[in-house]
């Protein structure tokens, strides 16, 4: 019985039954989030946190892919900046447990805490339209992408020199457009749930902009 369970995946067999517990912990969240009482948006963005890190560790075999800067951005356009801020710092803490963690952590947890701070500032204008099948926020979340990579690349500056800081700005662009096309990805697939969940736990602090988002959806 020493190693029956053993058995050797590969790296797409090993990809398949991640995405598939990212799926199992998704839909159990989801159900979760179903028996919460409404505004409570503190639990939310624990259970957004727990998916966000799941997904982030999990689906580490594809190169610059993961949920977090999406989650993070719609957070920060339905509950705050500061909101955004624990959300962002709270995923890059704990995944970077499990995935390494170093210098880079403090650019990461700023580098996202700053996409939190761009979903705040468009809120207004995101909340007025359906957002769910808006395309500016694909388009947003894709720009987020190069953003946050690009943060994060400032941590390079205490190893080699500002010299060469464009150089490595632009090795990394292929791994820049994956991390857009990830989001985009993303969007497509959790802005939906992720929008409804959102609105039903947002301190509502601007009436008139909620009410459309709703008047919207109907």
Do not use: C
């Not at 700023?110 to 339209?129: P, R």
Request: proline fraction near 4%; glycine fraction near 8%; hydrophobic fraction near 55%.
């Amino acid at each position: 019985m020493i190693d029956a369970h053993a058995v050797d995946l590969g790296p797409y067999g090993l990809l398949l039954v991640n995405l598939a517990l990212l799926s199992m912990i998704g839909w159990a969240l989801w159900k979760t989030e179903k028996n919460i009482s409404s505004q409570s948006d503190m639990i939310v963005l624990g259970l957004l946190g727990i998916f966000a890190v799941s997904g982030r560790i999990l689906l580490e075999p594809i190169p610059n892919v993961q949920p977090v800067t999406v989650i993070v951005l719609m957070s920060g356009i339905y509950f705050g900046f500061t909101r955004s801020i624990i959300l962002a710092t709270s995923v890059a803490l704990v995944s970077n447990i499990f995935l390494g963690h170093g210098l880079w952590t403090l650019y990461q947890a700023f580098g996202w805490s700053l996409i939190g701070l761009i979903g705040s500032l468009l809120s207004d204008k995101l909340h007025s339209k359906n957002i769910t099948s808006n395309t500016p926020l694909m388009i947003i979340a894709a720009l987020s992408g190069f953003i946050f990579d690009w943060t994060v690349s400032l941590s390079v500056l205490h190893t080699l020199g500002p010299d060469l800081l464009l150089l490595y700005l632009f090795s990394g662009i292929p791994f820049d457009l994956l991390h857009a096309a990830g989001n985009m990805f993303f969007v497509a697939w959790l802005a939906s749930p992720l929008s409804e969940i959102m609105t039903r736990h947002v301190t509502v602090k601007k009436p008139s902009a909620v009410k459309e988002l709703v008047q919207n959806r109907i």
